[in-house]
């Protein structure tokens, strides 16, 4: 499995490269990047969404090749990314997988979590095209099957397959999948790349939540509350954000300082490393350098963390249980090369008294101060800047 992950990483790093390396050698690149994307196309914006958050990136040599189809096995690739490649062990059921497939992991991980079942007879049918019922379907389960509010109308609603029926309702009344053309789904055809990267890019943007303002409004004397930015960062992405937010807010940062660091071999998760021996200890509490001064000082802090298989370091565990936070407002956020924050932030509240905890926030290693500032001016907090 481990090797798998090594031979998926080497390939994107290929296609990556191919993409990069072949930039000087083509002039017409449009501004999407893709010299076979138009700015004027429908999915151009899909498209430089989708590569700009690491969803799908380019066939090499500057093409996306919007209108090609996508095999069962590149969909599957495509949303096991999405989730981290997070690790999976067993083997499928499937007799049409060979083992050591370069989509080996990713196949095993959408047949158990049920997103894609195959067709019956052992079959999973890798290397046939996605169609774009199947598509819609297996969103529709990535999604959660949830009821659809409301029923497509299409013309050619009758060729809809009746186990795709409700997957179409919703992604058709939540604007997630776009029709083939005026009034037609044509469930049979094959999903074209375009349309798989605007249905990720409307489905990604629907799961965005608006921050929450808090019910209980934050402690705000007078003067505001005062405000500590603390952070766990092993390659400096996380810091990278601290220290927009510290630019922003002007409160108080402190970096959580591992006692032993983390080397490059401790990080590598293609191994049997420190940083996954810890993940998957739920007694690990790696030592912290050092602490917070003073922290009964606080009323709002904001803490960020990598994400590591989806979940906050468990040096974030060893922080939080170091010190009474009952009464803080805790705002998480954290980076990752592409999961959402997901369960991390939640799965940390009971270690933390009766701190109230607002929405988190992930983003991406590169993200800019002003998308961080957007999203502190959502929050609603009345803060003073360090004294
Ligand atoms: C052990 C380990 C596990 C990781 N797991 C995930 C993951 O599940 N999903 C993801 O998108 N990125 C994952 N990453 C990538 C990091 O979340 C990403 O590079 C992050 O921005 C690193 O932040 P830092 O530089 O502040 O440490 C992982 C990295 C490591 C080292």
């Known amino acids: 499995m481990m090797k798998n992950l090594k031979r998926l990483s080497a390939l994107l790093l290929t296609l990556i490269l191919a993409f990069s390396l072949a930039v000087p050698a083509f002039a017409a690149v449009n501004d999407t990047g893709f010299s076979d994307v138009d700015a004027d196309a429908w999915y151009a914006e899909a498209v430089m969404y989708c590569r ?69 007879g052992g079959l999973f049918g890798p290397n046939d095209p996605v169609s774009r019922e199947q598509m819609t379907t297996i969103f529709w389960r990535y999604a959660g099957s949830p009821t659809a509010d409301g029923a497509s109308n299409y013309n050619d609603e009758a060729e809809i397959a009746s186990y795709a029926a409700v997957a179409v309702d919703w992604a058709s009344v939540n604007n997630i999948v776009a029709p083939a053309s005026a009034g037609v789904f044509a ?59 510290d630019a922003i807010l002007d409160a108080d940062l402190y970096e959580i300082t591992p006692e032993a660091p983390y080397t490059a071999a401790d990080l590598n998760y293609n191994t049997d490393c420190r940083a996954n021996r810890e993940q998957n200890d739920a007694s690990a509490r790696p030592a912290i350098s050092g602490g917070v001064d003073n922290m009964e000082q606080y009323d709002v802090i904001f803490l960020g963390y990598p994400i590591w298989w989806g979940q906050a370091p468990k040096i974030i565990s060893t922080f939080l249980e170091s010190y009474d936070l009952s009464g803080k407002t805790i705002v998480p956020f954290c980076t990752s090369g592409s999961s959402g924050i997901g369960s991390s932030a939640t799965n940390l509240h009971s270690l933390a008294g009766s701190a109230t905890w607002l929405d988190g926030q992930r983003f991406s290693g590169s993200a800019s101060r002003s998308t961080v500032e957007s999203w502190v001016n959502g929050l609603g907090l009345t803060l003073t800047p360090a004294a």
């Open 187 to 245: 469930p049979k055809s094959n999903a074209t790349r375009a349309h798989v990267a605007a249905a990720l890019m409307n489905y990604s943007r629907s799961q965005q939540t608006a921050p929450t303002t808090p019910t209980e409004p934050v402690p705000a004397p007078s003067e505001g509350a005062k405000v500590l930015i603390a952070y766990f960062s092993a390659t400096n992405n996380t810091e990278g954000i601290a220290n927009h937010l």
């Open 52 to 120: 700009e958050h690491n969803l799908m990136a380019g066939i090499g040599n500057n093409q996306f090749a919007p209108e090609s189809s996508l095999t069962r096995a590149q969909f599957a690739t495509v949303l096991y990314r999405i989730e981290g490649t997070p690790a999976v062990t067993g083997t499928d059921a499937f007799t049409d997988t060979p083992d050591g497939a370069w989509y080996s992991d990713a196949v095993l991980w959408v047949s158990q979590q049920n997103l894609i079942s195959g067709y019956g």
